[in-house]
């Protein structure tokens, strides 16, 4: 009996190994710790933001127990084919009562002494359904790790464009910054000119005008990045007090090489993380269809029960044997059809699941071709902005130049000054532009 037991439950563990591995894997997901003590202040790179945001979203935490809850059910599955030991003991005190009974026509009185039992029953039960059951949990434990490393590709993805916009309005504040001082420079000069009847008071009228404008400009980008900046805040889970320092800029974020690297890497839709959770979905169906047809197979169980009674006092019968071995082999012979059903049912799931992965296939190898178009397209934009923006620095200086000397205008200057700040704001846009579409490129690749 010993030697069938043991059979048994190597069998059942040699087919669904629960390692050591596993459980320090679902432990390691589950050890990211709140911070009760939020910092006032975080200088961080890119990497790092997105580090501390994976460590502190609460979204990500519950992703990752989820895995530790998956690894608990297919533990349960698993343990109940293996063998299961119950133990009692029971006393039992019949306050001294006789029992009557005839013998050989003659009553005899029989003392019902009190009494205390020791039952101890072990027992195992397997059956297909079972086995398939566990590796139906095994596949569940790759979805969720799969739906974990979503999260965390998405989070990342979330604080690179939150980081990268909050940069966008610094540089382009600062270009303003820039701008302000040139102009207050001429008004400076233009207003000497003024005073020394070189020139109109109008022309120096329409320069500070121009000033005005910018410091408004200036207040509102002021603003655009106090709200970024607490956007990004949220993505961190710091609170709105913290002072927070950006310690990257776009230029160092910005990778030509990477990006051309990217739109000449082959697309396998394989690594899409989307593509393997819909693949988990069609091999969980697939299995379902297994499960459902092992309803038919039959059920084996074993069963030892050891028994052992303890009479206090005189008198007292043992009927019961101390030691049973029971086998049993229960198989299925009629339902009305309900297995039938059930094995049909789970049949036309599998075919939606194939169907919906065939058009996932389909459908994420235009969303690459647009994703790529996107990339090269923000890429060629960005070469083009980064002309555009030293030819008009240029026009600007040349234009100084001149109104300094005469030779130009008020509006020739406000012209080129105009030109200059647009170029400066559509080439930061460009650049924001062509590393969000890395980003976004790089989470469909899952690189």
């Not at 299961?84 to 006789?98: E, I, L, P």
């Not at 610094?170 to 400076?188: A, G």
């Not at 913290?242 to 394989?270: A, K, N, Q, W």
Request: net charge negative.
């Amino acid at each position: 009996m010993k030697k069938i037991v043991t059979l048994l439950t190597l069998a059942v563990i040699s087919v669904l190994p629960m390692s050591a591995e596993d459980h320090v894997m679902a432990a390691t997901h589950g050890s990211r710790d709140t911070n009760q003590n939020p910092p006032e202040a975080l200088s961080l790179n890119l990497e790092e933001a997105q580090d501390y945001a994976i460590k502190q979203n609460r979204s990500l935490k519950n992703a990752s127990l989820a895995v530790q809850e998956a690894y608990a059910q297919r533990w349960q599955t698993i343990a109940a084919m293996l063998p299961q030991a119950d133990g009692t003991y029971t006393y039992s005190n019949y306050c001294g009562y006789t029992a009557e009974m005839t013998m050989m026509g003659n009553k005899v009185n029989i003392n019902m002494p009190n009494v205390g039992a020791l039952g101890v029953t072990a027992s195992v039960g397997i059956n297909a359904q079972g086995v398939i059951g566990a590796l139906l949990n095994n596949i569940a434990i790759d979805m969720k790790k799969i739906a974990l490393e979503q999260s965390e590709n998405e989070l990342r993805s979330s604080v690179m464009n939150s980081y990268v916009s909050v940069l966008a309005l610094q540089s382009i504040s600062n270009l303003l910054d820039s701008s302000l001082m040139n102009i207050q420079h001429l008004e400076q000069i233009t207003q000497n000119s003024v005073d020394a009847g070189a020139a109109e008071q109008t022309t120096a009228d329409q320069i500070r005008v121009r000033v005005n404008t910018l410091k408004n400009n200036i207040n509102t980008q002021k603003r655009n990045i106090e709200l970024a900046t607490n956007s990004l805040k949220v993505l961190l889970d710091v609170p709105v007090e913290t002072e927070l320092t950006l310690t990257e800029d776009l230029d160092e974020i910005l990778s030509p090489e990477r990006v051309l690297t990217l739109l000449g890497e082959d697309f396998d839709v394989r690594n899409n993380l989307t593509y393997q959770q819909v693949a988990k979905s069609t091999e969980l169906a697939k299995r379902n269809v297994h499960m459902a047809g092992w309803a038919y197979g039959p059920t084996l169980s074993l069963a030892y029960n050891y028994s052992n009674q303890k009479y206090y006092g005189d008198g007292g019968m043992r009927m019961t044997p101390p030691n049973t071995v029971q086998v049993r082999v229960a198989m299925p012979l009629w339902s009305s059809g309900k297995r039938a059903a059930g094995v049909v049912e789970k049949k036309i799931a599998y075919e939606e699941a194939k169907n919906t992965l065939s058009e996932t296939t389909d459908n994420l190898a235009i969303q690459y071709r647009q994703l790529r178009f996107n990339l090269s397209n923000a890429y060629e934009t960005y070469i083009n902005e980064k002309e555009n923006i030293e030819v008009t620095q240029r026009v600007f200086n040349s234009a100084t130049e001149k109104f300094k000397w005469g030779a130009a205008s008020n509006l020739e200057l406000t012209n080129a000054s105009n030109d200059l700040i647009n170029a400066q704001s559509t080439y930061v846009q460009a650049m924001l532009t062509l590393i969000t579409a890395q980003s976004d490129l790089e989470e469909f690749l899952n690189k």
